[in-house]
């Protein structure tokens, strides 16, 4: 059975469709599709392993894993959102654009290093921020290819606490906690005229067909004297 991740190369080096993704031609006019609009190949099917494919060639790859190419400074970049389904992109520096976040795909070297950069890609020499190590996909490859026994493409699950019911950590970062009822929350309860020590409002609360209306003593109402000086009667027209 065919890991729905994709089969994993020779030493962990990623997926059988990891180095024709980062080695496939973008941007060319459709071979298939080349007299229809729209047709640049910005489509890659991690299944066939095949060339670029335009938008009208996906009707050929239905129910196939598919990411879309994308491009930024002459670079061909993917969604992290569309790429970390499949692989771990840990160590790779990631940019946002048009709003998203993305990887590139190859290596861009870099001949001179800005003033004052303290980390570089440790493959093609290129400024990161510190808490990255590579600048592309193709160069944590790169290094992967070396030898470093610490950088795997491999997805690997993080159980939760609770790892009997089968979460995972990502899932409790994406998911709300709830709120806790802690010895001091539920003395504010209790202090608060306005809740009942179960959490529940007791303004406006019903019993039997009367509505009773439970108001703290030390809480006066608000009376609006502006109101009170207001006269209510019929208007008249101010006299010519």
Known sequence: MVSPFGRMGNDDLGPSWLKP??????FNPCSVHGDSNKSE????CLDCMGIALCSYCLINHKDHRVVQIR???YHNVVRVNEIQKFID???VQTYIINSAKIV??????????????TNTC???CRSLLDSFRFCSLGCKLG????????LSFTLRMKHHRDSYHGGSESDESSTPKKIQKTHIFNRLMVDCPGFSSDGHNNYGSSSGDEATTNISPATPPIFNHR??????????????
Do not use: T, W
Not at 105 to 116: A, C, F, I, T, V
Not at 143 to 148: F, L, Q
């Open 21 to 26: 993704m980062l080695r496939a031609n973008y």
């Open 41 to 44: 190949c910005n489509m890659f």
């Open 71 to 73: 491009r930024s400074s």
């Open 89 to 91: 992109i840990s160590c």
């Open 104 to 117: 590139f795909l190859n290596e861009r070297p870099q001949p001179r290093p800005g003033k004052g950069v």
């Open 122 to 124: 440790e493959v093609c």
């Open 143 to 150: 290094a992967i290819k070396r030898g470093d026994p610490d």
């Open 227 to 240: 109101n009170a000086r207001r006269r209510k009667g019929i208007p008249h027209r101010a006299p010519f």
